[in-house]
């Protein structure tokens, strides 16, 4: 079975570093990864996907991710937080190539972006 | 404009009594699938529908129930809800293939009192 962990359900930057969110994952088959954000009280947003091109994905707002394989890791980077980006993050892996496509979601992590 | 919509955004239902969340979209996609998404929690999907293909994740609880009358609308019935099933649920469409995008709507808040 496909799983998918966040290490760290809050990660606290302030404006302007560096922010780090991490994802590894479990799957036998080779994984289609997602990231997602999430503004309170609305639904998900996709940030990047990576399906089995290149390995560094990127994506919308300066956001990207690296498929690490060796690591089963997809961790979410941006090089500058913006005050915009404090929001609940998911990293969710797909069943694969099958007819469903349906996401299994890690735990998620809070960005908290400090002045 | 938003291409997923669901409505209520905002519910409030008694304790037992029957409640039905609605989802249309705009895209002309073939899978719908519903999610709840309980407080600090994970997305947890409850089932979902490629065209009229009905499929229910194993531990659903028989109280939730769908209903997808054509390619642009796909409700929740909820037959007796209890104070366990406040959440937020959200409905979300793709087409055709696994690589594609899954959209999501703004999402429908339960509250059950």
């Known amino acids: 079975a496909q799983s998918v962990t966040q290490l760290g359900s809050h990660v606290s930057v302030s404006e302007g570093a560096l922010v780090l969110l991490r994802c590894n994952y479990s799957?036998?088959?080779?994984?289609?990864l997602f990231w997602y954000v999430q503004y309170p009280n609305q639904g998900l947003q996709l940030l990047l996907k990576y399906t089995s091109a290149a390995t560094l994905v990127k994506g919308i707002n300066d956001f990207e991710a690296e498929f690490k394989k060796s690591e089963t890791s997809f961790h979410l980077t941006k090089p500058s937080a913006h005050m915009s980006d404090a929001a609940e993050y998911f990293c969710?892996?797909?069943?694969?190539?099958?007819?469903?496509?349906?996401?299994?979601f890690g735990q998620g992590t809070t960005l908290q972006v400090k002045p | 404009d938003a291409m997923v919509i669901q409505n209520p955004r905002y519910q409030v239902t008694q304790f037992g009594k029957p409640v039905t969340l609605s989802c249309s979209q705009t895209l002309n996609h073939n899978v719908m699938y519903w999610y709840q998404q309980k407080s600090s929690q994970a997305p947890k999907l409850l089932f979902h529908?490629?065209?009229?293909?009905?499929?229910n994740e194993a531990d659903t609880p028989d109280n939730f129930q769908s209903r997808r009358p054509n390619t642009s609308f796909c409700f929740l019935d909820i037959r007796s809800p209890g104070l366990g099933d406040a959440a937020m649920y959200l409905c979300a469409t793709r087409a055709g293939g696994a690589l594609n995008t899954i959209y999501f709507g703004e999402g429908s808040w339960l509250t059950v009192v």
């Open positions: 969710a892996v797909s069943e694969g190539p099958g007819n469903t496509g349906k996401l299994i």
């Open positions: 799957s036998s088959v080779p994984p289609y």
């Open positions: 529908y490629y065209d009229k293909d009905f499929n």
